[in-house]
């Protein structure tokens, strides 16, 4: 397609858009899991609507827009109360996860080098800790240590501890990790961080908008968040199960002074004193503004409400999945990240043991049906991140899956990848 020469009426280019869409994933319809998490209607109408008003202005100068200076520092602060943030805590929105964890990275890495004089920075952190970890250190030059899981998924922090030297700027745990969805030992990895006077982050991109409703709902949830001595800073996704629309998420510190290691200011430059809390520059006040709105018509009633849901259809994905000869779900998390594999089963009728449904065949077989799952690996799984997006579905998915198991069989699937993401 070509950049036309004469520009086009509105309703073409719009309609034209609509068709681009038609081959996405119909995430509407909750046969998604993940990618999109769908806080209902009304959600949508106040996203929409505070977008709407903040569709073109810039929050780099908040002193040309006080408005978003004041939603960035409001939002940050209601995720504080949810994260169990000290009163001196302080934070930034950022673009999203990754840019959290980038920020993370970056004040460990500094406050390192002025308060310990370390050269050779380096993180420690388990194989299951999310890769924007790695694109962290490819990008500041920490070196990335990493250590196995245990049999049930969660960090070996012996196995940390074994990779702490002098140079260990951060060591990290997720609540939880993104593969199967369980949380880490919080309290022992701040303990190894804090031997050494290094930053412990605790990534709960994906927990930080589901564990503090969980535990209101009487869950019980191992300890994950700032009411952990030594825990420095925390990221949280309200892009995810905070159900805003994308680009928003939340880094904080535990303190003030923690915080300053993050900031970018620059004094030196044609254009005048230059001062960036994050990586962005231009920053769209759209994110943050939707952001704000969401969590102010939810508040904690209707996050309650969209977690108990989201909770349940986990669990109802799981024990449906349990119940299934050929498939397993990986580890134990309880929460609503499923990571769904092959099982062993029983012998067959000659007397071997019964092919293992291969589970990127079913990944192809329940696409076909549209329902759609990332894949991941190693070990070969196909990821669900449940959430209130699923409401009144989990019964057709399990059907749509006995019958996906039965009709795959030994077949396998020619395709091995399993892409996260693309470069394309
Ligand atoms: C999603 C996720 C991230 C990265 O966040 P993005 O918003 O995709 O950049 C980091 N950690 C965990 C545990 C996640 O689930």
Known sequence: MKFPQQGRPADEVIADLEAKREGDVKWADGRTFGLVYDGGPEVHEVAARAAALYLHDNALNTKAFPSLGQIQSETVGFTSQLLNGPPTAAGFLTSGGTESILCAVKAARERAKVERGVAKPQMVLAESAHAAFHKAGHLFGVEVKVAPVKPDWTADVEAMANLVTDQTVLVVGSAPQYPQGVVDPIPEIAKLAESVDAN?????????????????????????????????????????????PKGVSVILHRTKELRRYQTFVFDNWLGGFYASPNLQGTRSGLPMAAAWAVMQHLGIDGYCRLTKSTLENADQMRSGIEAIDGIQV????????????????????????????????????????????????????????????????????????????????????????????TLE
């Not at 009487?218 to 968040?225: A, L, Y």
């Not at 209130?388 to 198991?405: C, F, K, M, P, R």
């Open 200 to 244: 412990c982050h605790v990534d709960a991109c994906m927990g930080g908008f589901i564990l503090p409703f969980a535990e209101m709902l009487g869950r019980s949830i191992p300890p994950w968040d700032f009411r952990v001595d030594g825990v420095t800073s925390m990221s949280a996704d309200i892009h995810k199960l905070g159900y805003a």
């Open 330 to 421: 990986l580890g134990n998390g309880g929460l609503h990240l499923i990571a769904m594999s092959a099982a062993a089963t029983g012998e067959s009728a000659a007397g071997g043991p019964e092919a293992e449904v291969d589970i990127f065949a079913l990944g192809d077989a329940l696409q076909e049906r549209g329902w759609y799952h990332d894949r991941q690996g190693p070990p070969d799984s196909l990821h669900s991140t449940v959430s209130n997006t699923n409401d009144g579905v989990i019964d057709q998915y399990l059907a749509a899956l006995v019958e996906s198991v039965a009709e795959v069989g030994g077949a396998k699937a020619a395709d091995r990848s399993t892409s996260y993401a």
